[in-house]
């Protein structure tokens, strides 16, 4: 389904998802045209489903990223799932496999804030806290 050069169109994206056709095109060897083209196609097929925006939380403010693991009390997984929207700290959220219901990823300004969000948490269930130190992908980079 999908050729090389699609790959790398994806890869050069995974890169810089605002790049310009032409400077895709530059790097691959193509076209703009059919840059936008195969765009416009892993596009359709749903293989592209957006771009997003990728924002430094510390300079927004938040000082500690946390992943906390849920382990939700018996018939609160539609309450909890149903009440996301009410916790703006939540930037990631996942049902998962294991001892735990929940998996999340959480920005938060700073250790009293990370107190008051558990707390919150507590009225679903069980909270196990992971204080993020930093990222390994993105200091490799």
Do not use: W
Request: glycine share 6%; net charge neutral; charged share 30%.
């Amino acid at each position: 389904m999908l050729d090389n050069i699609d790959h790398k169109i994806i890869n050069r994206l995974k890169d810089n998802s605002r790049a310009s056709y032409v400077e895709i095109g530059r790097h691959i060897g193509l076209s703009p045209s059919s840059v936008r083209e195969r765009i416009q196609k892993l596009e359709d097929l749903g293989i592209i489903k957006g771009y997003r925006l990728e924002l430094d939380t510390k300079k927004l403010g938040f000082g500690i990223e946390v992943l906390i693991m849920l382990k939700l009390f018996s018939g609160n997984l539609n309450v909890f799932c149903e009440e996301l929207d009410k916790f703006p700290e939540i930037t990631e959220a996942h049902r998962v496999t294991g001892s735990h219901n929940i998996s999340m990823k959480v920005i938060l300004v700073d250790q009293l804030h990370l107190q008051q969000f558990i707390d919150k948490l507590l009225r679903y269930g069980d909270p196990t806290t992971y204080l993020i130190l930093s990222n390994l992908i993105e200091e490799k980079q």
